[in-house]
């Protein structure tokens, strides 16, 4: 895992924030005065019903501190002792650990850690799968006697997993004519000139970077040897390409929160655009037909990461272990199906979900009624198919998964221009 330089990525995220279930533990079991306990991360995760039944059941007070994804990785990483759990996803894992943000997590306190899946712990979620480039998470995983980190196994790991989901784009299909998932859908799609000036990207150097890439060479503008990792001229090649699309007017622009992405679509403002699954689920929900794409080249993919603040200890970070306990028990899985997400150790939700959501959300099967969101509205109308199928077709095609590159100092700068231009 190369180096990166703490100072220069802290003066530079500062710099473009401004440019951008029953309960498991019973409350007796803690000390008369209730612990806090401070979790920090992003609003996909750190959402109020998830406070509220996690406070109830573990008998603890909770305090959720969301934000931007760029925010909130950057107030991890300067100040530690701001929060006792940070929730966001891997790619945020290598400037955290060279930070000294967070401390191992002891795998043998994790409850549940042997009904968590091979996708974290080796790579591949059935054998033979693909485990996609970049910053794989069984990459990152485990904590090395070197202090490195590593997929060697050991007992003590960078973070837990939880959450994760493949993404892609998403498009109105009351404009663009639906898809084949698999076949006909590409990334291709984002640079499509019958598109021009309805197109948006998420504005994220680690994360929109791998969306323009997979569309560019789609599109057989350019190879990547290594899309995973760039090399500086592949940087400079790719930027030039897009920052000529821009020029053309192919892009309407960028969105830094899945609010905007949801008003850009329902607006009319764009037709295609990258998509969080959340964003998805609240257009399909307003009645706007949104697909979520599957595309043939692969997904770019993510996986949650809940981590231990290295400032955290004593009843807090007994807290923080119950906590990350309490989000395998099965009723976070369960609710959090609803807006697309997976759990690591699926199997324990299920009896919490019905048979229908079960069959569509993780099976790939047709919903056989009505399905709801985690907003309480109808995301899911009968007989819709979930674009990509199952849980394990979905994760055996992962192009690329959510990166920090050893080039990521100079793609934020050229991210940033791009933005700006």
Not at 275 to 302: D, H, Q, T
């Amino acid at each position: 895992m190369k180096k990166i330089n703490r100072r220069k990525f802290l003066k530079r995220t500062a710099v473009s924030l401004g440019s951008i279930t029953t309960p498991i533990y019973a409350p007796s079991v803690m000390a008369k005065k209730r612990p806090k306990l401070r979790v920090l991360g992003t609003h996909v995760t750190l959402q109020e019903e998830i406070r509220k039944k996690a406070q109830d059941d573990l008998g603890i007070e909770i305090e959720f501190q969301p934000g931007g994804s760029a925010a909130v990785l950057h107030q991890a990483a300067t100040q530690p002792e701001s929060f006792d759990i940070y929730e966001q996803w891997s790619n945020s894992i290598k400037v955290l650990w060279q930070a000294n943000a967070i401390q191992p997590i002891d795998r043998r306190k994790i409850e549940y850690w042997d009904e968590i899946n091979d996708l974290t712990k080796k790579g591949s979620i059935v054998p033979g799968a693909r485990k996609g480039l970049g910053d794989a998470p069984y990459k990152l995983l485990y904590a090395q006697d070197n202090q490195s980190l590593g997929s060697k196994q050991t007992n003590h790991i960078s973070f837990l997993p939880y959450v994760h989901n493949t993404d892609s784009y998403g498009y109105n299909s009351s404009v663009i004519p639906k898809g084949e998932p698999y076949k006909t859908e590409s990334w291709g799609w984002l640079l499509d000139k019958k598109y021009k000036g309805k197109v948006a990207l998420v504005n994220a150097p680690t994360i929109g970077i791998f969306d323009a890439a997979l569309a560019v060479e789609s599109q057989g503008l350019m190879k990547f040897k290594d899309m995973g990792n760039m090399t500086r001229q592949e940087v400079d090649e790719l930027f030039k390409i897009l920052m000529e699309y821009k020029k053309e007017g192919q892009f309407r622009g960028v969105w830094s929160s899945v609010p905007r992405s949801v008003e850009l679509m329902a607006s009319g403002e764009v037709v295609l655009q990258s998509m969080f699954s959340p964003g998805v689920s609240a257009l399909n929900g307003m009645g706007i037909p949104c697909i979520y794409a599957a595309p043939k080249e692969g997904y770019r993919a993510w996986h949650g990461v809940m981590c231990l603040s290295s400032k955290t200890t004593g009843d807090s970070q007994e807290a923080a272990y119950r906590f990350m306990n309490w989000w395998l028990s099965g009723w976070p899985g369960a609710f959090i199906a609803r807006q697309g997400y997976y759990i690591s150790n699926p199997q324990r939700s299920k009896p919490l979900m019905s048979e229908e959501e079960w069959d569509y959300w993780y099976e790939g099967k047709s919903a056989q009624k009505p399905l709801r969101g985690t907003d309480g509205k109808i995301s899911v109308r009968r007989g819709e198919l979930r674009t990509g199928g199952s849980y394990i077709k979905r994760f055996s095609n992962v192009a690329v998964w959510n990166t920090v590159m050893d080039t990521y100092e100079y793609t934020l700068l050229r991210w940033n221009e791009f933005v700006l231009s």
